[in-house]
């Protein structure tokens, strides 16, 4: 009797571990067809298996994960130089993964894991020159690994890491390229329906030192979660952190281009059952750009009634736009055309569907300036047959309708006026540094308050000490600025 229960137990042992691995290839196959069908759908992004090689206790593939053919399209139209060239046949061809997978129930993939499957892999090196020196300099077996694994409940998790590099590449690359870089994580997770994800991303530090650019990445963390509704469209809410993010030119200051402590929210959902609402929502302690610095920016803004049925249509368009017809695959000029058809018919029908901008805050301060602001953008699409309606002037006029309130103070004016007249200057030859300070601020305060003061005498603004606030309504062909009908040029 004994006998017979070590040898059922043995049995089962066998069927476990001998044979389940089998049957669990064929299951394993499909989950990863499926998310790369599943990743593809994704507007911007492609996964695909070139490679698939399905054995009885483990199986081999090779992935190829990049941007569609939408996106490369639009990059392609920007590339001319050399190098840039080079960069976007290497964004062509993808990011290609080596990817070995082990069939369950038990697999021994990084440590024990009780799974219907496991995957490890990693980035598969890139036909280039400078690529295979840099890997040979940095010492490192891949630029970017991942670990994968499917629960017996048929949830994926996700885990893909890149190491740290810290190196100088001046020799390689032929010109100055000094690399820091703390290595990034990302963690995440889909459903077993392949319906929902969760994405944590963090990169705590990145800086590039090139030839004539500067880039910094600091303390960089993402979290994004997705929801798919129908074949085409993904709804769901993220948050974006960056500590720091600066593009630099050592050789022009004025070339910077920084945001510091700088936060952006979104939540993208159904308003009703025919309708999606966009709400946006960022924040950054610092922004620089060509010059001008702005401290404490705000903008929070909801985007409404974004008909539904029309954002589906442009999904699922541009995705049969680059589809082969009679063994045929289009050519950039006829899926140009067919991306405008596109985008007329399902500007037209998101019209139709009556949108709405709301400008909920907009503000930042400018030294001792400060300008806040508020609005709301509404187009009446009820009973518009088609959108060469709204060619008409008048016609458009009727169905906009515009509320735009703004607070600033004279510090604010002078300091754009103080801007203005830099560039003006320096343009005509005028070397600002030379001049005293005081008639340089003279001149500023002069021209400021000038023009602030034509402003009021025309009703554009209405005063109040060193405060200015405007007031600018439009509703039924009707355009008010602080209650009364005004002119305004161009309009």
């Known amino acids: 009797m004994k006998n017979k229960k070590l040898l059922g137990l043995a049995i089962v042992i066998i069927l476990i571990f001998g044979v389940a691995p089998y049957f669990v290839g064929n299951t394993a196959r499909e989950n990863i067809e499926k998310q790369a069908v599943l990743i593809s759908q994704t507007p911007g992004y492609s996964l695909n298996i070139r490679e698939y090689e399905q054995g009885w206790f483990t199986s081999r593939a090779v992935m190829a994960y990049g941007f569609d053919e939408h ?8 590339e001319k130089k050399q190098d840039e060239k080079e960069i976007f046949n290497v964004l062509k061809d993808g990011f290609v993964f080596e990817v ?171 308003e009703s059952a025919d309708a999606l609402t966009m709400q946006w929502n960022s924040s950054g302690r610092k922004i620089m750009a060509s010059g001008v610095e702005l401290e404490d920016f705000k903008l929070d803004l909801n985007i409404n009634h974004l008909d539904m049925a029309a954002i589906t249509d442009y999904a699922k368009s541009i995705q049969e736009s680059y589809q082969t017809a009679d063994g045929k695959t289009p050519t950039p000029e006829e899926i140009a055309a067919k991306t405008q058809i596109i985008a007329t018919r399902v500007g037209e029908q998101i019209i139709k569907g009556s949108p709405e901008l ?55 004016a002078k300091a754009v006026t103080t801007i203005a007249m830099k560039k003006q200057m320096a343009a005509g030859g005028v070397d600002i540094a030379t001049m005293p300070p005081e008639q340089l601020d003279q001149m500023i305060d002069v021209q400021a ?35 009364k009908p005004l002119p305004i040029p161009g309009m």
């Open 449 to 483: 308050g000038a023009a602030l003061q034509s402003f009021v005498n025309q009703g554009y603004f209405i005063q109040d000490g060193e405060k200015y606030t405007t007031n600018f309504e439009m509703k039924d062909g009707q355009r008010l600025i602080n209650g």
């Open 100 to 270: 070995d997978i082990a069939h369950g129930p038990v697999t021994f993939q990084n440590g024990v894991n009780f799974a219907i499957m496991t995957m490890t892999g990693k980035l598969q090196d890139i036909n280039h020159e400078a690529f295979r020196k840099i890997k040979e300099a940095s010492k490192t077996d891949s630029f970017l690994n991942l670990f994968a694994s499917v629960s017996y409940g048929g949830t994926t998790n996700i885990d893909m890491e890149s190491p740290s590099l810290k190196i100088d590449y001046s020799d390689i690359a032929g010109q100055k390229m000094i690399v820091d870089y703390s290595g990034m994580n990302m963690q995440a997770t889909i459903n077993a329906a392949l319906d929902e994800y969760n994405i944590h991303f963090n990169l705590d530090q990145l800086k590039m030192n090139l030839a004539d650019v500067d880039i910094i990445f600091r303390k960089m963390v993402l979290n994004a979660n997705g929801t798919k509704i129908n074949d085409y469209l993904w709804l769901g809410s993220g948050e974006t952190n960056a500590g720091e993010f600066t593009i630099s030119n050592p050789k022009a200051k004025a070339m910077t281009v920084s945001f510091i402590d700088f936060d952006s929210e979104y939540d993208f959902r159904k």
């Open 358 to 412: 709301v400008i909920n805050n907009l503000g930042f301060a400018m030294g001792d300036g400060y300008y806040e602001s508020d609005g709301t953008l509404s187009i009446d699409g009820k009973g518009l047959k088609n959108i060469q309606q709204l060619s008409d002037p008048i016609a458009l006029n009727k169905r906009l309708a515009v509320l735009v309130n703004i607070n600033f103070n004279r510090a604010l």
């Open 71 to 78: 996106t490369l399209n639009i990059l392609g139209k920007s």
